[in-house]
């Protein structure tokens, strides 16, 4: 019985071990001096008031995240290796939301109310991503389009 105890004990940590050796693979950490000039030069002209910067490499695509403002609002871009921003994340307030989306969302999810929003910039299209809550509902996460059409929809 010790022995079999102690054999899943060894699999279990060989297992953690083999899980954070592979996530450690696909998210190297990188100093701006690991970084391509082109890259760090978009950044910092793109995002010249960010604090809190992290850079890591995920592929060939090199992700920062950071933060902006008196309210240290999150954002993730990513680039690829010629400085070109292939995605920006940002965290916004439900205030911010376009006027459609924040009717889109009365109208389709009448009584919840907005929890954690981003604002999603791909290729030069911008798109919406909410959380939704209601006491005793499932919640949602939703996405939206700057004119309030509803893109997807999931139960978080």
């Known amino acids: 019985m010790r022995t079999t105890i102690a054999i899943s004990r060894a699999l279990a940590t060989a297992g953690v071990a083999v899980i954070f050796s592979f996530n450690l ?9 690991q970084l391509p ?5 978009a950044f910092n002209k793109n995002h010249p008031k960010a604090m809190d910067v992290e850079w890591k490499l995920r592929g060939t695509q090199y992700k920062v995240e950071f933060e902006t403002g008196l309210l240290f609002r999150d954002h993730e871009v990513w680039y690829d290796a010629d400085g070109k921003e292939l995605r920006h994340e940002e965290e916004i307030s439900a205030s911010d939301l376009p006027e459609e989306v924040a ?13 954690d929003v981003e604002r999603i910039t ?15 509902q499932p919640e949602w996460k939703v996405a939206f389009d700057a004119a309030g059409k509803l893109l997807e929809k999931a139960m978080d």
């Open 103 to 115: 009717k889109a969302i009365a109208a389709d999810f009448p009584g919840f109310r907005t929890d």
């Open 37 to 41: 000039a082109p890259v760090l030069g």
């Open 122 to 136: 791909m290729e030069g299209m911008v798109s919406y991503v909410v959380e939704l809550k209601q006491m005793g």
């Open 25 to 33: 693979a696909n998210a190297q950490k990188l100093a701006p001096a």
